[in-house]
T-cell receptor, first 115, second 114 residues
Framework: DAGITQSPRYKITETGRQVTLMCHQTWSHSYMFWYRQDLGHGLRLIYYSAAADITDKGEVPDGYVVSRSKTENFPLTLESATRSQTSVYFC??????????????FGPGTRLLVL | AQSVAQPEDQVNVAEGNPLTVKCTYSVSGNPYLFWYVQYPNRGLQFLLKYITGDNLVKGSYGFEAEFNKSQTSFHLKKPSALVSDSALYFCAVRDRGGGNKLTFGTGTQLKVEL
């Protein structure tokens, strides 16, 4: 049971480049999430998705784009990377139905460095 | 807006002693409360949650947490700490009315020493 995976695990890019972080879950969970983790801020929600083709903004969405054409995939794109987007990015999913009392599970994270 | 506070950036405890990691929350209604643990270079792992019912919730690895509605707290506890418990711990709250958003505290680094 693979659970939830992220790729790449580490990424170095340059300012202005487009970067896509991948997230894949094998549970068919309805809800998926993207967070960033920064010192002093804990985890902050970037975007979330309630189902395929349904996405919504979180706390810090600026500079990011998401899509969800299939239930199992939820890619996060930085359209033009900036140094302030250097962070650790975590994908998560919640299921099976996505109810608020259900547990949210996290992927291993992607460490992104923007030079 | 809902919020979570973890007042201690770091907690140090000797192996074998009891440990407590503090968490207080603020929501508009009755909350769903969660604790997660993060080991170095890893994702967050679920420890336990409070949904309803008994105020004392038992979770993974011998951890438990006590929900206190009057003090709006959900402190994480373990009777006897292990060196392997050293990690970063996050408390989180989800507003029943909100449905979707899980708000995290800033985390508490637990260090268990021999």
């Amino acid at each position: 049971d693979a659970g939830i995976t992220q790729s790449p695990r580490y990424k170095i890019t340059e300012t202005g480049r487009q970067v896509t972080l991948m997230c894949h879950q094998t549970w068919s969970h309805s809800y998926m999430f993207w967070y960033r983790q920064d010192l002093g801020h804990g985890l902050r929600l970037i975007y979330y998705s309630a189902a395929a083709d349904i996405t919504d903004k979180g706390e810090v969405p600026d500079g990011y784009v998401v899509s969800r054409s299939k239930t199992e995939n939820f890619p996060l794109t930085l359209e033009s990377a900036t140094r302030s987007q250097t962070s650790v990015y975590f994908c998560a999913s919640r299921g099976p139905s996505g109810g608020p009392g259900e547990t949210q599970y996290f992927g291993p994270g992607t460490r992104l460095l923007v030079l | 807006a809902q919020s979570v506070a973890q007042p201690e950036d770091q907690v140090n405890v000797a192996e074998g002693n009891p440990l407590t990691v503090k968490c207080t929350y603020s929501v508009s209604g009755n909350p769903y409360l969660f604790w997660y643990v993060q080991y170095p270079n890893r994702g967050l792992q679920f420890l336990l949650k409070y949904i309803t019912g008994d105020n004392l919730v038992k979770g993974s690895y011998g951890f438990e947490a006590e929900f206190n509605k009057s003090q709006t707290s959900f402190h994480l506890k373990k009777p006897s700490a292990l060196v392997s418990d050293s990690a970063l711990y996050f408390c989180a709250v989800r507003d029943r009315g909100g449905g979707n958003k899980l708000t995290f505290g800033t985390g508490t680094q637990l260090k268990v020493e021999l």
